[in-house]
């Protein structure tokens, strides 16, 4: 018997099968709660890849913008 720890809750499980892939929640309902985390935080994690290289000020801080606009 294998104990894991859930990814979602924290808590440790026995694994109560050791066929496929190791299960990396404790309960079903962890594994969905941590399917609507996921997709609630998509939006930002794409907005992040998008933004690549880029400041978190540069990105909101309209002053940056608009150096950037009239810098040059
Ligand atoms: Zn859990």
């Known amino acids: 018997m294998t104990t894991l ?5 924290g808590r440790p499980f026995v694994r109560t099968s050791a066929r496929g892939p190791a299960p990396r ?3 079903q309902d962890c594994r969905l709660q941590m399917a ?11 907005a992040g890849r ?5 400041t978190e ?7 940056a913008w ?3 606009a009239f810098g040059s």
């Open 57 to 63: 000020t540069g990105r909101t801080d309209p002053a």
């Open 5 to 9: 720890y859930c990814a979602c809750c």
């Open 36 to 46: 609507v985390r996921r997709r609630a935080w998509a939006p930002w994690i794409e």
């Open 50 to 54: 998008a933004d690549n290289g880029r």
């Open 66 to 68: 608009g150096r950037r």
């Open 25 to 27: 929640y404790c309960s």
